[in-house]
């Protein structure tokens, strides 16, 4: 099997027409978390008892326009000055926290002035997107979806706000509002951010109020020449590749994997593999009917355990259900999710993808011809523990240990917040 880059024999996006395109520029956001997955996934299974995620964000460019937006500025570097209620959460719930550098320290070492950034984009409000807003100039406008208005004017202000007031303050707020718009896009309502057809936000519910992605047109078909392909800024509409994939359109492969795929090289025989999905019985042989529902089923869901991460875990399910459907599966359409490791998959030394942090004038756009969806669509079984000599399945090793501030390691987030 492979990830064939044929219109004709896959799934298509379709989106309105446009001549006009933006540029995208992945972002490192240096941070890494390490949370039990139970919070986001179901089944918790051996091999998966943590979410080892790291930060992307991204650097929209209308070249047109000349217009700038960051979309998402993943989690501030100095963490432990979150609001109260939100550092608290972070130190309770994490096993691991580190982040080297703020989005606006990347931003500007790699020739890229505050100044020129016209939009922030939340996806949601969550302490790990939100970065720390206050260090954009005054002229940068802060958007963000519906509801997220209620935790405003945020701490100190208002003493149980997980944002905090200096998010908000001496800038110009946009709330996003899908409800008066008649655009959809593969069954998402969606606004054209630019008024152009390069760029749209897409109303994408469940995980959090105001949750929202963004879509970016990468090329275009204008006058028939080319093809319309897209980058969907998935946000946390899902936490892990493995709730999309396996799919009908691209099943999980029989016996092993296409010659393009990276990072899937310790990942063990496909098969002993393969067992381990949760609609797999040990007490059936590989020609059942178990089997092929097994290549073609998620590996996981969202989580509805009585403590989980999501506003409403149905509608985040249904969510991720459709943004499969209509996005994942389709050919013209490279899904990138926040906290994807594989994005930032490193082979011989350098990224697969090139990031403003080592590449700051490479762009993602070129993904469908270099065939980075076929590279990467199974990298994320490297993220399951493996099955060791025996058979048994390694338990899943954290990739940051311990709660890191200025360079120094603490066992706990509490001993860093009790030093405040």
């Given amino acids: 099997m492979s990830l064939v880059q044929d219109s004709d024999s896959r799934r298509w996006l379709k989106a309105p027409s446009s001549e006009n395109v933006v540029r995208v520029r992945l972002i490192d956001n240096t941070g890494n978390l390490c949370i039990p997955s139970d919070r986001f996934l179901e089944p918790s299974v051996k091999g998966q008892e943590l979410l080892n995620a790291v930060g992307t964000c991204y650097l929209i460019e209308n070249v047109r326009l000349q217009k700038k937006a960051v979309f998402d500025l993943g989690l501030r570097k100095d963490w432990w000055n979150l609001a109260p209620r939100a550092r608290s959460s972070l130190a309770l719930s994490a096993v691991g926290v580190k982040v080297d550098k703020d989005i606006p320290e990347i ?24 970065g720390d807003p206050s260090l954009f100039p005054p002229t940068t406008t802060l958007n963000y979806g519906k509801r997220i208005a209620t935790l405003k004017p945020g701490y100190p202000e208002q003493l149980d706000s997980v944002l905090l007031t200096s998010d908000f303050t001496g800038r ?69 590749c493995g709730v999309l994939r396996p799919n009908e359109t691209y099943p999980f492969p029989t016996s092993e994997f296409p010659a393009s795929a990276l ?42 355990a009585e403590v989980n991460i999501h506003e409403d875990p149905a509608l985040a399910q249904a969510t991720a259900n459709r943004l499969r459907e209509e996005f994942d599966e389709a050919a013209n359409v490279f899904v990138a999710l926040a906290h994807d490791k594989t994005l930032l998959l490193n082979v011989d030394g350098r990224t697969v993808l090139p990031t403003l942090n ?4 490479s762009d993602l756009n070129e993904w469908f011809e270099r065939g980075w969806k ?35 390691q603490y066992e706990s987030g509490a001993q860093i917040i009790g030093e405040i």
């Avoid at 080592?358 to 004038?361: D, G």
């Avoid at 490297?382 to 311990?402: F, I, Q, R």
């Fill in 374 to 408: 076929g590279n990467l669509y199974w990298s994320w079984v490297s993220e399951l523990g493996p099955n060791d000599s025996t058979g048994e399945v390694k338990a899943m090793e954290p990739h940051v240990v311990g709660f890191w501030k200025d360079g120094k």
């Fill in 263 to 304: 990072g899937v090289a310790n990942s063990g025989d496909i098969k002993s593999f393969l067992k381990r999905h949760h609609h797999f019985s040990s007490s059936n042989d590989f020609s059942t009917e178990s089997f092929e529902r097994a290549r073609t089923t998620p590996w996981c869901c969202v989580s509805t």
């Fill in 172 to 240: 110009r707020n946009n709330e996003i509002d899908f409800s008066q718009s008649a655009l959809k896009i593969g069954g998402f309502t969606a606004l054209d951010f630019y008024g152009d057809g390069s760029f749209y936000l897409i109303d994408t519910p469940g995980h959090a109020p105001g949750h929202l992605c963004g879509l970016a047109r990468t090329t275009n078909s204008h006058n028939g020449q080319g093809r319309d392909t897209f980058v969907l800024l998935a946000g946390d509409s899902c936490h892990f």
């Fill in 107 to 130: 931003l500007q070492s790699n020739g890229i002035p505050l100044s020129e950034i016209d939009d922030i984009i939340w996806s949601h409000a969550h302490l790990d997107h939100t």
């Fill in 358 to 361: 080592t590449a700051p004038e």
